[in-house]
Every structure is written in C-alpha cells, then in structure tokens.
C-alpha cells in the first residue's frame, strides 16, 4: 500500500461533504465580482470619474485597506477596478482556503473520522493529497469564472492577458494560503490550533502589507498577502509574483506531506505539554474549563485586534494631509476651517473603519459559540452531560464567553484606532465621538452575536445562516454605494441600520432596540437548547 492509496475515494467523499459550501462561496464570491465588474463602466467611465477615484484610493486611509495603487497614467476603469478588488477579493479567498485545508484535515482526525479511514488500507498522506486536489478544483473553477466575469463586463481599457492574470492571481494566492493551512494542520494537535496558526499568520501578513503600502512598498514582498498586488494588473502584467506563490505552495505542501507521512494520527510537531496529575480548583465548572481551553485563541484576538486598530490609527495625521496639504483648500479654507474638514474626514474614516471593526468582533464571539455544537459532535462533552451540570450551565459558558470575548475585541480594536490616531494627530478628536462608536456600534456587535446564539440552540443545522447574514450585511454596506444600489440594500443589517456614527449621532431607541432583540434571542435558544437531543 502507497501512501497515496484510495486518493480518488476521499477526494470523492469530501467534494460530496463540502459541495454544499462550495456552491456557496461560487454563488457569493463569484456574484459579487461579477456585478461589480459589471457596474464600474457605468460608475467610473469618464476621465474625471477615474481621476477623482484614483486620487483618492492614493490616499493612506485605502492604500491601508486596498494596497498600493500601482497603476500608471493615463487610468481606465480597469486600473480603478484592480486597485479595489484584488487584496479584497483576495482575502475572501484565502478565508475560503484555510477553512477548507483545515476541515478536510486535522478536523477530521478530531472527529475520529480520519481514524476510522486509516484503519482501511487507505494511505497516510491520502487525505492531504485528496484536500489539495480539492482545492485545485475549487479554485481553478473560481479563477475561471472570475476571468469569464472580466471578459463579460469588457471594462474600458482591459485587456485578456490582465483579464486571465487576475483571474490566476485569485486562484493561486488561494491556492497557497491552502498549502500553509495543510502544513499547519500538521505541527498542531488539534483543529482549533490549526486554524489560531492559520488566521494567526494571516493577519500577521496582512499587518506587514498594510504597513509597508503606507510607508515604503518595496518592502511589500516580505508578506504573502502583498505579493498579488505585485502583479500589477492591466500595467505591467508582472507574472513574477505568481511564480513565487506556486513555489512558496510547493514548499509548504512538500513540508507537509514529509511530517504528515511520519506523525501518529492525532498528534502534532507541537505537542502540548503534559498536565497536572489532578485538576486544579480553577477547572470544577464548565467556564473556568471552556476559559482554560482557549485562552490562548482569546488573548490571541483581543491583542491581534489591539494591533490592527493601532495600525489604522496610525494613519490619522495622513489622513488629515490630504487637505493641509492642499494649497487649494488652504486659500479657499481658513486655518479652522481646514481643522473641521480634516476632523470630518477622520470621523468619516472611523465610520468606514467600524464596520470591519464589527465584522471581526462578530466572528471571533461567533466562532467559540459554534463550539458548543461542534464539540457536542466530537464527543468532548459526553463527561459534562453525564455529571450534574445544567444544559442552561453549560450552553450559558459558551455564550458568555463568545459574548465576552467580542464584546473585548471591539472595545480593543475600537480604542486602538481612536487614541492611537489620536496621539498622531495636532488636534485630537474629542472623546465624545469614542463614546458614541461605542454606544453606538457594540449592540451591533451584540446583534449578530444573538443570531449566532439563537441559531445554536435553535437550528444548528442551520447555524451558517449568522455567517452569510454577517457576511452579506458587511458587502451591502461597502460596495452599495459603489453599485449605486438603493439604500435598502444598504439597511440589509444594522451595519446600516446606525447610519454614520460617528459622523451622526447614535440612535438610541434603535440601541434599545438591537439590545432587546439580543436578549430575546439568548432566551429563545435556552429555551430550545434544553428542549432538543444532544447532537
């Protein structure tokens, strides 16, 4: 027997699992890149159009959001439309690939699936070939579509070799960021530290992207999440960096099946360290325990999210640049007068900044709720059911500590932007406008939390509905205005629903309301999550 052996077999068996989701992330990914290919003819088809958009996507506050600009004069739609969407798209992307090399590997030894498939005369490093062949599937597919969605939407000034090499861009930065999931999955023991190692490592690349844009982007290379960028699409059509990514993802895939074909099944390079002989006081109840086990992915999100509030933040007196700077301004402005615009475009910037401030606190409370019905799935919580402790006790531990955990990020991320931005700029912002993104945008985040909690105990089958409506609110806000979509789109989430806060003031019965709406759905899933059957 090969170490290869019965590939075809699970490879077969995990596209029937996972095709549910693949036609999802198709659907959303490939939707959205396809309308707005189609739109931006319309929204940026004259000289002044993509002159004013170009100018401002130079500005630090998107060069730290959408990368280095790195088309040349005369700019066409297709320039506009490359400096928007290749890091955006390629970080849905790379999501999309990390959850896949991480499901279909060190997941399925935590279920005890993979053991059961070992024990037929299945090879070792089978289920890492039948993951990668699954992830050339998936994104070859996707990179064909996104190039067929170019060659439709004919934008002013596009051309075929730019059309397939961003097609091929999107297709190989998943591909690699697949390829450093599976070699992850093998130094960890479990599937939690693979993907704290996997998001973990992401977000330090996306951190040294955003600050080698703002300062100097020839340092760029050093982080993966830059290299698709370097492409310089519709420009110079540089080919170089993909060539380094399937190099990078040989390297990664080729460590990987190494330690895969020597390990144990269920154990990891980083093996953890033994425990106590008996358990301490601090682990006699379900939330000290579920505490203790992930500290670790919890401090993890509350400093990365600290980190990347700062970094924006740090931004704050170039943001003011762009009208101080600015002789125009200077004339028609007086000096106080170029202090409130440049306060209302920082306060703009906050505004645009809490939605992904939203959005990451949302998922980081949302992935330790959903553990309640994985580990529910896996077994781990037999010896808990089995002992005097609640149901209410034990969901209760989860929720509180997804809610706790979110409720943390933000307040870190939020007050990394603001008083490192702050301490940047000559005439800080009053601390009143930190207040209301607070007030304002945390019973956001509390909402989309309760979907979670709600469908947990509800529908766990179901539980990917809190993910897309996250996920589709976040789109809708951004890109609506750009699709000149009404603002009903817009309202499709309370991303909408709190207009521009900071900019405007909080709504507070809507604050009330959000809360209120928050605490019924905890109600509702305690009340169905002691009424069902364990999963």
């Known amino acids: 027997m090969t170490n290869g052996s019965h590939t075809i077999y699970l490879l077969k068996a995990n596209i029937r699992q996972n095709l549910f989701r693949h036609l999802l992330w198709l659907v959303i990914l490939v939707g959205m890149f396809a309308a707005m290919a189609g739109q931006f003819n319309n929204l940026f088809g004259t000289t002044a159009e993509i002159t004013t958009i170009m100018t401002t996507l130079k500005t630090p506050a998107l060069v730290s959001l959408f990368g280095e600009v790195t088309a040349t004069k005369p700019y066409t739609t297709a320039d506009v439309f490359s400096s928007e969407m290749v890091i955006f ?50 994104n070859s597919l996707m990179g064909g579509l996104f190039i067929l969605s170019l060659a439709v939407g004919k934008l002013n000034g596009a051309t075929i070799a730019g059309d397939v090499l961003m097609g091929v861009s999107f297709a190989v930065i998943g591909i690699l960021f697949g390829c450093i999931s599976i070699f992850l999955a093998q130094l960890t023991s479990s599937s939690r530290g693979a993907y704290f190692f996997s998001y973990g490592l992401f977000g330090i690349f996306y951190l040294l992207r955003m600050l080698t844009d ?57 093996t953890p360290h033994s425990g106590r002989s008996q358990a301490s006081w601090f682990l006699n109840s379900p939330l000290r325990l ?81 553990r309640l019905n994985s580990d529910e799935k896996k077994g781990y919580l037999e010896i808990l059911h089995s002992k005097a402790i609640s149901k209410t006790k034990l969901a209760n531990s989860y929720f509180l500590i997804g809610i706790g955990l979110s409720s943390c990020v933000f307040i870190l991320t939020l007050s990394g932007a603001f008083f490192i931005g702050n301490a940047t700029i000559s005439e800080p912002l009053a601390l009143k406008y930190f207040w209301q993104m607070l007030i304002g945008y ?50 499709f989430s309370p991303l909408g ?35 069902r059957d364990v999963i």
């Open 442 to 491: 945390l019973p956001t985040v509390l909402f989309f939390i309760g979907i979670g909690i709600f469908f947990c105990g509800v529908a766990p089958k179901l539980s990917l509905i809190a993910w897309l409506y996250l996920l589709a609110g976040l789109l809708m806000k951004m890109f609506g205005p750009l699709l000149n979509l009404s603002e009903k789109f817009e309202n």
């Open 89 to 138: 798209m390629g970080m849905f992307m790379i999501f999309m690939n990390i959850s896949l090399a991480v499901r279909n590997t060190r997941s399925q030894e935590d279920s005890g699936l993979l053991e059961m498939i070992r024990s037929r005369k299945v090879g070792r490093v089978a289920p890492i070939y039948a993951t990668l062949i699954e992830i050339l599937i998936i």
């Open 214 to 270: 703002m300062t100097n982007p020839k340092y760029t290379w050093l982080s993966p999440v830059g290299w698709i960028q370097k492409t310089e699409i519709y420009t110079n059509n540089n080919w170089l960096p993909i060539f380094v990514m399937v190099f990078s993802s040989f390297i990664c895939l080729f460590a990987g099946i190494k330690i895969a074909s020597r390990r144990d099944i269920g154990s990891g390079i980083f």
């Open 497 to 531: 629903w709190m207009g521009k806060i900071p900019v405007e003031e909080v709504n507070y019965p809507l604050t009330v309301g959000l809360l209120a709406a928050f605490l019924v759905m905890i109600t509702l899933s305690l009340i169905a999550y002691n009424k």
């Open 290 to 370: 579920l505490l203790k086990i992930e500290r670790n992915s919890m401090l993890g999100w509350m400093l990365g999210g600290l980190i990347l509030g700062a970094a924006y933040g740090s931004v704050f007196n170039s943001i003011g640049d762009i009208i101080g700077t600015n002789p125009t301004y200077k004339k028609i402005l007086g000096v106080s007068a170029i202090n409130d615009a440049n306060r209302d475009l920082l306060l703009n910037y906050l505004n645009m900044l809490a939605l992904f401030f939203v959005a990451i606190a949302a998922i980081s409370g949302l992935i330790v709720i959903f």
